[in-house]
């Protein structure tokens, strides 16, 4: 299994299971974790695909994928009950899961298209669309809405990769350093509150004070 296989499964194993601990949350049944654990672990590479015009898209292709994703539902429903703190462990999860997955969809853009720019959207749509779907569907404030980095550091991984990529690093290397760079930016958002600028929180004026 090479670096990027290895990355594409984890990726969806890890979303998965941060969707079975949302579905864990709101008390379902066994069901509901396989059916949030899905939608989570596949939802961003799916809308990756879509986007590359990728036919079939992968998990059709490969139905291994919706095994994974009812794996990780599996273990999370038989464990789930034990964690004192869901809600922590699912963070961190989803940030290792954004670290394997933002290199593993710009390892697929920049194979399908050639092109960094393209690279770094399917990184990012691949990290980010699996926990906004589960978000949504959890009734949970979507990971866009909390003021800790989160697009950013999958923007900052897929770069890392592609940048290393493009200058012939080997892909174990490019790989890992993607996946590091990513990780270390979304835990410090995690732990120390990092964030970015926001833009001005001022009313906006009465249309009459333009002129």
Known sequence: MSILEFLDYAGVAVFAATGALAASRKHLDVIGYIFFASVT??????????????????????????????????????????????????????????????????????????????????????????????????????????????????????????GLTLFEVPMIFASALGVISAFCVRGGALKYGWTLPVGDPRPPRHPDDVL
């Open 41 to 162: 672990g596949i939802g961003g590479g799916t809308l990756r695909d879509l986007v590359l015009g990728a036919t079939p898209v992968f998990w059709i292709e490969n139905p291994l994928y919706l095994l994974v994703c009812t794996g990780s539902a599996m273990v999370v429903y038989l464990s789930a009950r034990r964690m004192e703190s869901r809600y922590r462990f699912l963070v961190w999860l989803d940030a290792v899961g954004l670290s394997a997955y933002c290199v593993m969809g710009a390892a697929k853009g920049l194979a399908a298209t050639g092109s960094a720019t393209v690279a770094l959207v399917t990184g990012v749509l691949t990290a980010t669309c699996g926990g906004i779907l589960r978000d949504l569907l959890a009734g949970e404030p979507s990971v866009l809405m909390r003021p800790e980095i989160y697009v950013t550091a999958a923007l900052i991984g897929a770069g890392v990769f592609t």
